[in-house]
């Protein structure tokens, strides 16, 4: 596990956001939740911000390359695991993104937080199956781009120009 990439994080999370489409987001509607966030819905009910915050963090988390941290940061239902368990997933994820990450468990509403983490799980997780056949994230199997070839031509980067005299 030590062979694992920081940059697989953003490969991968790229797949996920590009396999977002409606069908998608259609069966993550449909997903119900599970007995453990009964509370976290009736929570979220009686919240007259509950739909502004939800919409504001999920876009956080779409425009922040997060689908993948945070469908890692879960069990195979849906729910939080807890910080050590988060940690040992996510310990090769980019500085950039584990302080987006923490970020969005600091300030988010707890119900809110909840809940939009279980549908982000099953966003990820009915894309993957429908694009690679398997839900199972394989971080090792990532294939990076070729580097780019160099430039056939370079411009000079000092320009020397002589003043009259």
Known sequence: MDDIDPEAWRIKG?????????????????VELPDELEVQATLADCDPYHEENWDEWFEFIHNSDLLLPV????NSEGLL???????????????????????????????????????????VRF????????????????????????????????TIRYSGL
């Open 14 to 30: 790229e797949s996920v956001l590009c396999g977002l489409d409606g069908e998608v987001y259609d069966l993550a509607d449909c």
């Open 71 to 74: 469908e890692q940061s879960c």
């Open 81 to 123: 695991l807890p910080w050590d368990m988060r940690g040992v997933r996510l310990w090769t994820l980019p500085a950039d993104l584990l302080s987006k990450l923490h970020l969005f468990f600091d300030e988010c509403p707890r119900h809110t937080q909840a809940l939009l983490v279980n549908h982000v799980f099953w966003l």
């Open 127 to 158: 894309e993957r199956i429908r694009r690679l056949g398997s839900p199972i994230l394989r971080l090792q199997d990532v294939e990076f781009p070729d580097e780019e070839e160099p430039a056939f031509f370079r411009p000079n980067l000092l």
